[in-house]
């Protein structure tokens, strides 16, 4: 037993000593509101960590699906504006709690959800975050693929040496897992460090994104005949198609939506969390979309069909004898476009799920350990198989956004309306009978009555997505689907807050600490910000209990 508690001891994170078995169950240091030396994140850091993460392979490739539908590029790129337009003050509104109480994601989910309670949610991010580090380490390998094969063009004969049963061939693997191990590094740097890996992508990704551009053009002699190409629906189909194209926007970001407060927490202040990202996230997405449109088209000039593909037109550029220049510009284009699914897989995936599995097994996990948990299953889970099943992913990332949104419906209620901006931090680490997130036994019905809510009202609308004959009106909930899960959710929650009131509900709207946490942590600047009045609304509080 000796050897074993050794072993046990050694695998542990760091803690501070005598906590209870309790204790260790429900925090560590990197669930602990993040210190002030660590809050570093100014707002160009988010302007360059939004850079960073819409300059992917999927971004650039999300319009194609809306054109093919039978829109024009200028509706399929309305879309784009309205989706990620919508989506951003979701964005901003659930990092708000962490923008202003320096806590992740899944200690804000503690407030809603409670202190048990919350684990269920968030072990459904965390495992989001894991299956979309494998499918962006992917699309990473098939960059590093094309940069190697502009300075070897050998690599493309690599022999097989790998059985059919694998999915994939030596070639594939080997570049796959070349982007894999050099992104390894950069999990092993912490959050508030990290900011500086995305700086050189608001200078690296346009200039890379412009130069493909004009290449492409001045190849095609002129833009290509999909700028040119009309719309073939009219009336409501055409309207429907709009929807679900934007519908579409969402649910791609909809995962960042539900963990903001991951980045959050490390703001300087709140409002670098605030602005940068309102304006950031739209503005990036519909710049990467056009350049996207703009190149395809191009391609189809040069080829007679679209490659919506950047990384796919760029072998292409490899296929006709190139010359040394040439091959320099796929190098620098498809570089650029690995250090972009490098960023994004750190940005939306690699600290997502290391802050997860952190309050999922906290005595073990820290975020630097979760983080390269994630990318092991990444690797383990063979990713190439997924995305040869294309419509099956799909159709599992509609599901499942239809989950988070229910989740992120009933986390913004309970801050804004429910207990409007009050917090006890305190109690976020308490797991005493009577305390503000204990609920019962750790778990808050009301939220989980809410969550199964918004589930419920698209389930009949999923089946029609797989395959069944289901009524037209499911459908077209289905396909708002995270409007209806957030809505439902977020009314059930209130109504059930109403008539089951919980401690610590507030009648007016304070951001604020009621337990003094911040001023016992002795942050002088955040106590001046917050602790307005706090001895009247502790009074307050306490008599509401």
Known sequence: MGLINRIIQSLEVTHEPNLTLTEQLITNEDLLPVEPDKRT?????????????????????IVSSMIQLGMSWWQAWICVWLGYSITTPFLVLNARPGAIFHVTFPIVNRTSFGMFGSLWCVFNRAAMACIWYGVQASLGGSCMLVMLRAIWPSINDLPNSMPASSGTNTRDFLCFFLFWLISLPVIWFPVHKVRHFFLVMPILMPIASITFLIWCVVKADGIGPIVHQPSTLHGSKLGWAMVVSSMSCISNKVTLVTNAPDFASRARTPSAALYPQLFTFPLTASFVCLIGILVSSSSQAIYGIAIWSPIELLGNFLNDNPSKASRFGVW???ASFMLAQMGTNISANSVSAGCDLTALFPRFINIRRGGYIAATVGLAMCPWNILKNSNEFTSYLSAYSVFLSSIA???VTEYYIVRKGHYNVKDLYNTEKGSWYWYTYGINFRAYAAYIAGILINVVGFAGATGRTVPLAATRIYELSFFTGFGVSSVVYWALNRVFPVVGAADMFKEIDVSGYECQAGDSRDVEEMDIDSKDVGSETASER
Do not use: E, L, P, Q
């Not at 994140?41 to 490739?61: C, E, P, T």
């Open 41 to 61: 994140w100014r707002g160009y850091n988010y302007v360059a960590f939004w850079i960073a993460d819409m300059f992917n392979i999927n971004m650039w490739v």
């Open 409 to 411: 419906g009933v986390m």
């Open 332 to 334: 620098f284009i498809s």
